[in-house]
């Protein structure tokens, strides 16, 4: 067999190998506060951790040293008590292997899907010279809503990892919790004051109106019932290490299932609460409602199900006849996934695609279809899933903060 030869690159073999990058936002201090995952060009399940997608909504807080660090249990319950690492070390731990998607992960298709026009694309990376200009006219007051429509914005924010902690329900076990508890608030240590042009952009106007919390922590309340779920765990560490900074140590709580917005990052407090806090997080922004003044609006919670195809892309068109793969990542909020069906005569007809295994409850998996074709022309390629629980994509509908999007986005290749 002829060799190339292979000069210096003693770790990672050959020098031209594919390997995806992280694409970063800093603040005016050089911090990272937000990261896009390179979704598309990953293999396999778990989400290398340097590229696992960040998101900080507030002011990135200065890391702490875990023997700096304790949380407080306090609220309803029967002893307040602090818990170091260490004394979370000493409960029966469990490890808990989920995908993270943050609620505003491809928001932009949404509006595409339901007015047309240029497709957004999902291997767009941040545009971060765009961005730049819109954080300079949100600060100097004369952004308008057609400035808020920065391409590529919203992609990437989705990755899945293995999450190693115990239970929360374990440390509220401690605690005893009093009858008539109905939320565990989490509370991180980082502060700030929530970003205008985030809602701005959320919203996709500069003409709805802003609460006007002043500097505050971020917090999620969940309700009692989420709290107590063996999967939803206090974590220490992500991927077989302890967890890095920006995502969250010494610890953070994992809720399998539930948006990104849920997993409290940076612990300091779990207070148990008898009935349902005003906060931000969650009934300000993360609600699904149809205009800021719906009466309606609810917190957003479970994810949907979702199928997202990896290959072949947009950008791949032209593809000669013949045989391709079409294959990608299903995921789904609530249960395994049971099902994936590919069409490529934009859903006229669907076949079942096969599923690798393991099909675990949290984890996405990874699913192909080879299609055949022969004739040239513009083919349209979807997917669709199904989970154990019955559930058919798409199940979010268009809400105005436009999260939690589930939709199907076609592919579109000419075969020539
Ligand atoms: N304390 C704290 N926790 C937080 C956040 C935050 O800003 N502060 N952001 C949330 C959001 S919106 C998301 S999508 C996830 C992102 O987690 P990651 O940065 O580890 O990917 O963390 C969540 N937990
Ligand atoms: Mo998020």
């Not at 240029?118 to 767009?124: G, I, L, V």
Request: proline residues 7%.
């Amino acid at each position: 067999m002829p060799q190339r030869e292979i000069e210096g690159e003693f770790l990672m073999g050959w020098p031209d190998r594919k390997r995806p990058a992280l694409t970063e936002r800093t603040d005016m201090e050089g911090r990272v506060v937000a990261a896009q995952a390179p979704v598309l060009d990953l293999e396999g399940l778990i989400t290398p951790t340097d590229l696992s997608y960040i998101h900080a909504q507030l002011e990135m807080p200065d890391p702490i040293h875990p023997q700096d660090w304790s949380f407080s249990v306090t609220g309803e319950v029967e002893h307040l008590v602090q818990f170091t690492l260490e004394d979370l070390q000493k409960l029966p731990g469990r490890t808990v292997r989920a995908v993270t998607e943050c609620a505003g992960n491809d928001t932009d298709f949404f509006d595409y899907l339901r007015d047309g026009g240029q497709k957004p694309s999902r291997a767009s990376k941040w545009d971060l010279a765009a961005f730049a200009r819109l954080r300079e006219m949100s600060t100097d007051g004369t952004m308008q809503t057609s400035d808020l429509d920065v391409p590529g914005g919203f992609m990437g924010r989705l990755s899945a990892g293995e999450f190693t902690g115990v239970p929360l329900a374990a440390v509220l076990e401690k605690a005893g919790v009093k009858p008539g508890a109905v939320s565990v608030r989490l509370e991180g240590f980082d502060r700030g004051k929530p970003d205008d042009l985030v809602q701005y952009r959320s919203a996709g106007t500069t003409d709805i109106e802003i609460a006007d919390t002043g500097i505050i922590n971020y917090g999620k309340a969940l309700p009692m019932e989420k709290a107590l779920h063996p999967d939803t765990i206090l974590a220490w560490a992500q991927n077989g290490e302890y967890l890095r900074h920006v995502h969250g140590a010494p610890v953070r709580l994992i809720v399998p299932g539930w948006s990104g917005n849920w997993w409290v990052k940076w612990i300091q407090e779990v207070e148990v609460m008898d009935h349902m806090p005003d906060l931000y997080f969650q009934t300000h922004y993360f609600i699904y409602a149809d205009s800021p003044d719906d009466p309606d609006g609810e917190m957003l919670t479970t994810l949907g199900v979702k199928a997202v195809i990896t290959n072949p892309r947009d950008e791949d068109s032209p593809l000669p006849a013949g045989s391709h793969s079409v294959r990608g990542l299903a995921w789904s909020g609530r249960g395994a996934i049971s099902g994936v069906d590919v069409s490529a005569d934009g859903g006229q007809t669907w076949q079942q695609a096969h599923i690798e295994e393991p099909r675990e409850r949290w984890l996405w998996v990874r699913w192909s279809y080879l299609w055949e074709v022969e004739e040239p022309g513009q083919y349209r390629i979807m997917a669709r899933a199904t989970d154990e629980e019955g559930r058919v994509q798409p199940q979010t509908k268009w809400n105005f903060q436009r999260k939690h999007f589930d939709g199907i986005v076609p592919v579109d290749v000419a075969i020539t």
